[in-house]
C-alpha cells in the first residue's frame, strides 16, 4: 500500500510540475542540458546497481533449492530498477526529440507539439526524479541483506547454530 501511495504521489508531482514548469522550459537550452547531464549519470548509475543486484553472490548458501527460492525475489528488484532506468532513457529520449523540434519548428514558436514534447519530458524527468528516492532505502535493504548473509555463513562455518532472531531479507 505504501509502494502504492508513494507511485501516485510521484506520478501527481510529475503532472503538476510538466504543466506549471513547462512554460520555463520553452527555449531553455541550459535546463535541458543540465536535466540531460543529470539523467545520464542517474543511468549508469542505476545500471551499476542493476549489475549489484544480479551478481550471484547475492545467492544465499545452501542447496539448489535456497538459491531457486530466493531468485523471485531478486527479479523483483531487477524489475523495478529496470523500469526506473527506461524511465530515465525516456526522459533522455523525449528532451533530444524537445531540442530537435525546437529547431525545425522555429517559425511556430508556439507549436502544441513542442508543448507537448516539453510536457511530456518534464512529467518523465520528475517523475523518475521522484521515484529515485526510494533508491537508497533499497540499497540499504540490500546491503543488509548481504551482511546477514555473511553472517549466517560464518556462523555455519564455525559450526554456530544459525541465528533465528534475526531473519534474512
Same mark, same amino acid.
Given at each position: 500500500?505504501?509502494?502504492?501511495? !508513494? ?20 527555449? *531553455? ?6 536535466? /540531460?547531464?543529470?539523467?545520464?549519470? !542517474?543511468?549508469? &548509475? ?9 551478481? +550471484?553472490i ?18 523483483d ?7 526506473? !532506468?527506461?524511465?530515465?532513457? /525516456? ?5 533530444? $526529440? ?24 518534464? !512529467?518523465?524527468?520528475i517523475?523518475s &526524479?521522484?521515484?529515485? &528516492?526510494?533508491? +537508497?532505502?533499497?540499497?540499504? $535493504? ?18 554456530? $547454530? +544459525?541465528?533465528?532472531? *534475526?531473519?534474512?531479507?
Amino acid at each position: 500500500m505504501t509502494r502504492l501511495l !508513494f507511485l501516485v504521489l510521484c506520478i501527481m508531482g510529475g503532472l503538476a510540475g510538466a504543466y506549471y514548469a513547462q512554460p520555463y522550459m520553452h527555449h *531553455n537550452a541550459d535546463a535541458v542540458l543540465i536535466i /540531460i547531464t543529470v539523467f545520464t549519470v !542517474f543511468a549508469g &548509475f542505476l545500471i551499476a546497481i542493476i549489475t549489484i543486484i544480479g551478481d +550471484p553472490i547475492m545467492i544465499p548458501e545452501g542447496s539448489w533449492r535456497v538459491a531457486e527460492s530466493g531468485r523471485d525475489k531478486m527479479e523483483d528488484r531487477l524489475l523495478l530498477h529496470i523500469i526506473l !532506468f527506461v524511465l530515465y532513457l /525516456i526522459t533522455i529520449g523525449l528532451l533530444f $526529440a524537445g531540442s530537435i523540434l525546437d529547431k525545425a519548428l522555429t517559425g511556430h514558436p508556439e507549436s502544441i507539439l513542442k508543448i507537448w514534447i516539453e510536457r511530456s519530458y518534464l !512529467f518523465m524527468g520528475i517523475t523518475s &526524479f521522484l521515484l529515485t &528516492f526510494a533508491l +537508497p532505502g533499497t540499497l540499504l $535493504a540490500m546491503q543488509k541483506a548481504r551482511y546477514d548473509a555473511e553472517t549466517e555463513r560464518r556462523r555455519r562455518a564455525a559450526g554456530i $547454530a +544459525p541465528d533465528t532472531t *534475526n531473519s534474512l531479507s
